[in-house]
């Protein structure tokens, strides 16, 4: 059978000599080991104080976008819940009122929009989906933990961009996807 | 696999568990350095004409830095191989490290005897 991985080794099993049966060159070549990699450096970190950068293709939190004038980009079609192999989005349509052409981009908005982040796996596919480029995976952002299951459906007050344009939240590296 | 006490205890009675374990280690380390080498003594120290107290407090010193060292031995074993199947413990106790011991008084013995 051809082997999975250049690493592997055919064991060979024969009867150990004097010298393997006494143990102590093993267990003092192990001890050399130990104490080589106690002066090596950590591959550990210290998780909450210190924090590792993200891969540009970690897909996080989740972000609805707003277009440039500060209007919402998402026009509730439904297709990212389509897409969504998790079932984790939710969404009620809504007719845009002639007062709130500022708020919203077309004549239809999403007026709930949900997803479910216990049920989210993060694929990425809404993204994928959506045709307005409304809906991102964040790669800045880690969805945090939370004492009930309540607090994981994240409606539209968490996940709609602001709208001050210097707390916009940058997206292009996934817009481009440049990886 | 799982030693009886890791699963029987929890919080502070395991951790007293361990504890004491670790008393013992230390305990076990402060007799070693004390017999075996030379307690609170430094080589030459003798020679250099020091004042008494600092030979005390150097003693003092000494005395903790070897039982330091013997503790890590401990843990370093203990880290390297964290669990020495029982019959090779055995076979490595009474088949290896006897007959050394036996081998190593004889030596002692027959060096002795020559420089004498």
């Known amino acids: 059978m051809e082997p999975l991985t250049s690493r592997a080794q055919v064991v060979e099993k024969k009867k150990m000599n004097l010298w393997e049966r006494m143990y102590l060159p093993a267990i003092v070549g192990g001890m050399a080991i130990t104490l080589k990699h106690l002066f090596k450096k950590k591959v550990t970190v210290k998780y909450p104080e210190q924090k590792r950068e993200f891969s540009k293709v970690w897909r996080g939190q989740h972000v609805l976008k707003r277009d440039d004038n500060g209007a919402e980009r998402c026009t509730a079609c439904g297709l990212c819940a389509l897409a969504c192999p998790a079932e984790a989005i939710t969404m009620d349509a809504a007719e845009r009122k002639p007062s709130e052409k500022n708020l919203y981009r077309e004549e239809k908005y999403a007026a709930r929009y949900e997803i479910d982040m216990l049920r989210c796996i993060f694929c990425g596919l809404c993204e994928d989906a959506c045709p307005k480029e409304a809906i991102f995976l964040r790669d800045d952002k880690i969805v945090m933990s939370e004492f009930g299951r309540k607090p994981f459906v994240y409606g539209k007050d968490i996940l709609v961009e602001p709208m001050d344009p210097t707390k916009r939240i940058d997206i292009s590296a996934r817009q481009k996807k440049t990886f | ?116």
């Open chain 2, 1 to 116: 696999m799982l030693g009886g006490y890791h699963t029987e205890y929890s919080s502070m009675k395991l951790g007293f568990y361990l504890f004491s374990e670790y008393i013992n280690m230390f305990v076990a380390s402060a007799v070693m350095a004390t017999l075996y080498f030379g307690g609170y003594h430094l080589p030459f120290i003798s020679g250099l004409n020091l004042p008494h107290n600092l030979i005390a407090m150097i003693g003092v010193a000494a005395l903790f830095i070897k039982i330091f060292l013997f503790m890590f031995f401990f843990m370093w074993v203990r880290w390297t191989i964290p669990r020495f199947r029982y019959d090779q413990l055995m076979n490595l106790g009474w088949k290896i490290l006897i007959p050394l011991s036996i081998l190593n008084l004889l030596i002692t013995g027959l060096v002795i005897l020559l420089v004498k």
